[in-house]
């Protein structure tokens, strides 16, 4: 049977790495590093956007003076799960999807663009307090959730030098 030296793999990996053309989001001059602090992100026009707002300045910093810009579409729908023989809902899934553009601003040409779409669910056997601050909570996870996926996919898709 044999054994993989280590630290032999440790020397290699980051040359294979550079290699290949990864380059580390994190890393000095790197995508998340350049876009932090420089992001103006759509004003809000709902609670839901609202909350998206918030959880994506959060990640990517808020901006006095902006060199991008963030458009933003969002789009939610809740739908029963779980119905009992009386018809009675007892769970939701709420499925939320955002399309969004980052542009230079001054200029016209699309830095990156894309959709993320994801899904949150609550329980409704409660009374309706507890159901209505669970169906809160669950569009608060949502927008969370959609923030880190266009977070993640500017950091790994925008063309910042073009």
Request: aromatic share 6%; with cysteine.
């Amino acid at each position: 049977m044999s054994s993989i030296d280590r630290r032999a793999l440790l020397l290699i990996l980051p040359a294979a790495l550079a290699a290949c053309g990864f380059t580390p989001v994190y890393a000095p001059g790197g995508t998340a590093g350049t876009l932090r602090g420089r992001v103006e992100i759509a004003a809000p026009d709902s609670t839901e956007s609202y909350l998206l707002v918030q959880n994506l300045e959060e990640r990517l910093g808020r901006s006095a003076s902006p060199d991008y810009r963030l458009g933003l579409a969002l789009a939610t729908a809740s739908q029963g799960l779980a119905i009992t023989p009386a018809n009675e809902i007892t769970r939701y899934t709420i499925t939320g999807v955002a399309d969004y553009t980052l542009t230079r601003i001054g200029e016209e040409g699309v830095v990156a663009s894309g959709q993320v779409r994801n899904f949150t669910g609550y329980s409704a056997t409660g009374t309706t307090v507890d159901t209505l601050a669970a169906e809160r909570d669950a569009r608060w996870r949502l927008m969370q959730i959609l923030a880190d996926q266009i977070t993640a996919q500017l950091y790994a898709t925008a063309d910042l030098d073009a």
